[in-house]
């Protein structure tokens, strides 16, 4: 690293004078980084994270054994329960690692998922079971995903409506599903449905000035 001895300035990459002052540049005793940019802090503490996630995941647990000591259902079992909550945890982890564009990583682990299960579902001679659990299932852990990262993650105001939108399209999967009788249960649906309806207004209650700050700024009104 190189210093300029007018500004008293560090000055990265190959420059033989000040790019301020046009001073030539003497040596410095600091070391140089491995890059030019900035190292960008982490916004949000993995502890919390876990935390969170763990929390989420006992209080479904819990829901679950009220709801099946109240109506005892015969064709919900726990099996699609923690399968819903090991994608939730897998969706979280993977967008907090990548956490470069956090809506569209679940849109994407949300539509392979359902892809693959579709797949599945047709090679081995089509029971429905990917429209009626599979996917209602995984539209909740997206929800739930993207409320776990919404408590433990700072974003700008403009991310919370790609938020809201992605809730109101991901309540209307199942619901589509419903209208179309293509499915045999129509619970696992309707409660995916319920999960969006809970998330879009949740968000929009609490981040409400900051959205509605945020659409003046982009129709400029």
Excluded at 69 to 95: A, D, H, Q
Excluded at 181 to 199: A, R
Aim: hydrophobic share 55%; charged share 15%.
């Amino acid at each position: 690293m190189k210093k300029c001895p007018e500004c008293q300035v560090d000055v990265l990459d190959n420059w033989d004078v000040c790019p301020l002052c046009d001073t030539p540049l003497i040596e410095s005793d600091k070391r140089s980084p491995s890059t030019s940019f900035p190292e960008v802090g982490l916004r949000f503490q993995r502890r919390k994270v876990k935390q969170s996630l763990t929390l989420v995941s006992l209080l479904v647990i819990l829901i679950y054994f009220i709801s099946q000591s109240i109506w005892r259902f015969r064709f919900f079992g726990l099996e699609f329960v923690l399968f819903g909550l090991m994608v939730t945890w897998m969706m979280v982890l993977v967008l907090i690692r990548k956490r470069r564009n956090i809506v569209k990583g679940i849109v994407y682990i949300l539509f392979l998922f359902s892809l693959l299960s579709v797949y599945f579902d047709y090679i081995f001679g089509w029971l429905g079971w990917s429209l009626t659990f599979v996917i209602p299932i995984l539209c909740i852990s997206a929800l739930l995903a993207m409320f776990v990262v919404i408590q433990v993650v700072r974003l700008q105001a403009g991310d919370y409506i790609l938020y809201l939108q992605l809730a109101a399209l991901v309540g209307f999967i199942p619901f589509l599903f419903i209208q179309m009788d293509w499915v045999v249960i129509e619970l696992p649906s309707w409660l995916s449905v319920l999960f969006s309806f809970i998330m879009f207004w949740s968000v929009l209650l609490r981040h409400g000035k900051a959205i509605r700050n945020e659409l003046s700024k982009r129709m400029h009104v």
